[in-house]
């Protein structure tokens, strides 16, 4: 059991800035989760995820992860043996791409009506979110699962809540189709972008076979590839500074430590790099009602059992700027959130006291964004 989650910490530990890691023997991994914790008594269940998360203490951070910021004091000791890492400062991209990319993810002609942009539901001023349950697409159609944030999605292994694209081109292709968001097609896309010479110029500028719908996508990607938000209070801790978090938000730390969060939400998003399902130790969808189609996460997408209710564990990077949260948008605040995770993936009920300190933690999660904090 606590091999298995090792073997998969492992697979996500070599992933470097913005490289995709590859599925790491994914099912594999929740099956062990859904056999081996479901019908455990809960004291086993514990212990496991104990030991998985002692395991994935080892060997997270690297060097080069931690180096202090240029300017700061040269006696700071970078916390290299921690199971999240700091978000680089920044990663090697293509500037022109990242500026036309840019211009296309504002852009409502990529959709049907001209009404609706990527912006529209991933506002970069509102923690790359819309805050509805269900976003609203062209002719206000809603939409089947909440949006989750923009912001690092560069730094997950897959696209989606049930993880069904392997890139952010590859992403693409949903919304701008998806006929409850952009509604388009990729002829009526290029067409409306030939129309535009300030687009046919930039594009040529750039790739040689100029207004292609690679093109369009590896431009978005790359635009969203520097949406990163490094510099939060915690990854200065990270990075040594001892006084960037307060003692209550490293009690906070603690304990999403040991009640056992590290063992999903891990790394240098803080999530993003595996599959779990959710309801692992009680029957969330039970309790919730109204199954609907999106409930069934990974299920969708490879018609395995084993999948159902499964979902790519979200990156909690600026995570006090997303709500709602969950695929369904079912909790409205941050403490909500963390109570249903303590009760329905740990089997636990926080005393108010952690709860509260483990909500400042992931406040002090919130990062920065060239250069200023997000609002
Ligand atoms: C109508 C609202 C809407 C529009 C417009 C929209 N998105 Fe999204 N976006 C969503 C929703 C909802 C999801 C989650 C869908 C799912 O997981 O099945 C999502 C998911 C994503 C993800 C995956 C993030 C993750 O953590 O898995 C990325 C990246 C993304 N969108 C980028 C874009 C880009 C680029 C565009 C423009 C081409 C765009 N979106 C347009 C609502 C929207
Ligand atoms: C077994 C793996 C697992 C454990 C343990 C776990 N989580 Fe999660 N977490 C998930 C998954 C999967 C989701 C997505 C669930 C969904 O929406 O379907 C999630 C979602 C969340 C969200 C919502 C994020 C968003 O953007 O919607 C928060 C906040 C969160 N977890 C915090 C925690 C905290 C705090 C703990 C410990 C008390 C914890 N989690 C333990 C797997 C886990």
Redesign the pocket.
Known sequence: MCAKIHRQSSCARGQKPNQLVPPCRERKIHKSWTFSLRPSPLGFARGTIAAAFCLCLLGHSRASDLQPLPGTNAVLRPKAREPIRPIPQSVPLDAAKVALGHKL?DEPR??HDNT???A???NLKTGGV?HRV????INQAE?V??????FN?GL?FK????GRADS?EE??D???QDV???GSTWPEILAKLEHSSAYVNAFKEIYPDGIQHQNVKNA?AEF?RSLITPNSRFDRYLRGDDTAITAEEKQGYLKFKTYGCIACHQGVDVG?NMFQPLGILGDYFGDRGKVTK?DFGRFNVTGHDEDKFVF?V??LRNVALTAPYF?DGSAQTLEQAVTTMAKYQLGRELPPRDLEQVVLFLKSLTGQYEGKPLP
């Open positions: 993810f990529l959709s609706v942009s990527c529209s539901c991933h819309d269900h976003s609203l697409g939409g699962i909440n949006a989750p944030t923009v999605s997950h696209q989606f809540w049930d952010l992403q693409v949903g919304p701008t409850n968001e952009m978005l969203e993003g999106a790519k979200p990156s695929h």
